[in-house]
């Protein structure tokens, strides 16, 4: 008695008024589990268990898990004298109600159950559960769109999330592969073999052919008795699925693929689910067609770019056979202005340009006669005005291709000088593009060092007493000892 809530002179009573003031079912209980009285509230037990309470035992009108659950209460109620919540699902024919319920001890044997019927919540909760999944599947569809994900990362995450929304035990994306006309395993998880890999389907062949050819969802709440062949694997009867839910993947008009859904147990999407896996479907749709646009795209930038670079060297290799002694020092100085660009911290992105730009800087003289390119002596006045001509050939020659414009500065401007007595247009420090400005330091040291057919090759030391020397005037002085540098430690 110590410890009870109520101190009424009748329980029947304490039971009444509980009824009357909360409107909610309540057991006047033994601590054996002995129902003695009930007072029946707004939804009460009444409709589970009409009048059959009274002076039956717990045992016999709960279901056994619950009643179990029930007498451990009980017990723990009447030897600590404590309130006690518990909550619990009753089933109906049809549906299942949950009660959060408090058990409180009024006296040593006697205890009052109330409970609370909080059906209409749970579902509530449930329902605002559902929909919080339902609107982060879409939103990491939608990223996974923006982003340009990799379609097989995209398809495992849209599996991922949505077994856990369906409680589905197996699904998997089927694509259909247009060259084929064949509805070809993408993704899958839950699987107990492995064989589904090799899934192969026609259009109208089983479930998923039918999916992709009838462009609807189809949910079939019990495939164990289906006398159709699983062409997709010989093990499927083996998975023990016993629904089947199938969404077409549609996006532009076009059927792209098909997401499955296996229950192993009895599962049936209400109307609410099924709108939303035809949502997630449409999206899930257009992710794939995008991630598949994206990738080609990736590839043809990819082959453009490769098949840019390999005309670039063939030009380069024209350039050498016509001009023997310069055949390494293309790829010299290509090599040594990257590397002086790097050092200095140059964007990664920036370097490739530089460097198709150093292969490409002297091909305007493709275009200077043999005469004037090849003159074992000094050149005439004449000579020197073609000469000085192929900076802006190479522009001509380069610039209608786009993909070479950001690589312009070097064939354009690597005979400008620092104190502005360069050419083609005369451009002083700065101005000089800063690519052009590193790519003369390696030029000049490395014409220098070579044979050419007006003077024999010059040794390395007075090439760098040379190069010290024009500091300032042919130079950027402030990168002449980040090169020098290099030359000492690059080994060039
Ligand atoms: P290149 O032989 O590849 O020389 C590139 C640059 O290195 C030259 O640009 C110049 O700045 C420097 N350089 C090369 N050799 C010497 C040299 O002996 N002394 C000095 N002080 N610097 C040198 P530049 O002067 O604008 O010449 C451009 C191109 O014109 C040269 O490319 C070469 O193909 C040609 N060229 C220049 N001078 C002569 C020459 O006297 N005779 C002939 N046949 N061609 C010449
Ligand atoms: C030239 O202008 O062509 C001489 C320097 C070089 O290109 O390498
Ligand atoms: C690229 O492949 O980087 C772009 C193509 C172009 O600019 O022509
Ligand atoms: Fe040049
Ligand atoms: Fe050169």
């Known amino acids: 008695m110590e410890n009870s809530l109520v101190n009424l002179s009748s329980a029947e009573q304490a039971l009444e008024a509980i009824r009357q003031i909360y409107g909610v079912d309540s057991l006047l209980l033994t601590p054996d589990g002995l129902i003695l009285d009930y007072g029946a509230g707004d939804r009460s037990f009444s409709p589970i268990f009409s009048d059959v309470l009274p002076n039956r035992n717990i045992k016999d009108v709960f279901p056994a898990h619950l009643a179990e659950r029930l007498e451990q209460a009980l017990q723990m ?92 035990d197996a699904a998997t994306v089927l694509l259909l592969n247009p060259k084929t006309n064949l509805l070809e395993y993408a993704s899958g998880k839950g699987f107990r073999s492995n064989t589904f890999q090799y899934t192969r389907l026609k259009l109208g062949e089983e479930y998923a052919g039918r999916v992709a050819l009838e462009r609807k969802l189809i949910h079939l709440p019990d495939i164990r008795a289906d006398q159709i062949e699983f062409a997709r694997s010989p093990l499927f009867r083996q998975e023990n699925f016993v629904t089947y839910s199938g969404v077409p993947l549609v996006a532009k008009g076009r059927v792209l693929g098909v997401l499955e859904m296996f229950h192993r147990s009895p599962f049936t999407p209400d109307a609410d689910l099924q709108d939303f896996l035809v949502t997630a479907a449409g999206q899930a749709a257009i992710a794939v067609d995008s991630a598949r646009m994206f990738s080609q795209l990736q590839r043809s930038n990819i082959e453009l770019s490769l098949a840019y670079d390999a005309a670039i060297e063939g030009l380069s290799r024209a350039l050498d056979l016509r001009d023997k002694e310069t055949k390494e020092h293309t790829t010299r100085v290509a090599d040594m202005t990257v590397n002086l660009a790097a050092r200095l911290g140059v964007e990664q992105s920036a370097l490739v340009h530089i460097r198709r730009g150093a292969v490409l800087h002297d091909v305007g003289k493709l275009a200077i006669p043999d005469q004037i390119l090849f003159k074992p002596g000094p050149l005439a006045k004449e000579e020197w005005e073609i000469m000085r001509r192929h900076p802006d050939i190479a522009v001509e020659l380069l610039s209608p291709v786009s993909y070479l414009e950001p690589a312009l500065e070097i064939p354009h401007w690597h005979h400008e000088k620092w104190d502005g007595t360069g050419y083609p247009d005369g451009l002083d420090h700065d101005d000089i593009p800063l690519a052009a400005r590193l790519f003369a330091l390696a030029d000049v040291y490395d014409a220098l060092l070579s044979k050419r057919p007006y003077r024999s090759a010059w040794s390395k030391g007075d090439v760098l007493r040379y190069m010290e020397s024009e500091a300032g005037k042919h130079f950027d002085p402030n990168l002449l000892p980040a090169f020098l540098d290099l030359v000492k430690e690059g080994g060039f």
């Open 77 to 168: 109620v009447a030897r600590t004298g404590n309130v006690t919540p518990l909550e619990y699902a009753l089933p109906d024919s049809n549906r299942e109600y949950w009660f959060d319920a408090r058990l409180i001890p009024i006296s040593d044997s006697r205890i009052i159950l109330i409970a609370r019927d909080i059906t209409a919540c749970r579902e509530i909760e449930n329902k605002m559960k559902q929909q919080m999944q339902q609107l982060a599947i879409l939103r990491s569809i939608d990223l996974a769109i923006a982003s340009g994900l990799d379609l097989n990362l995209l398809l495992s995450m849209l599996l991922d999330r949505i077994t856990v929304l369906m409680h589905a």
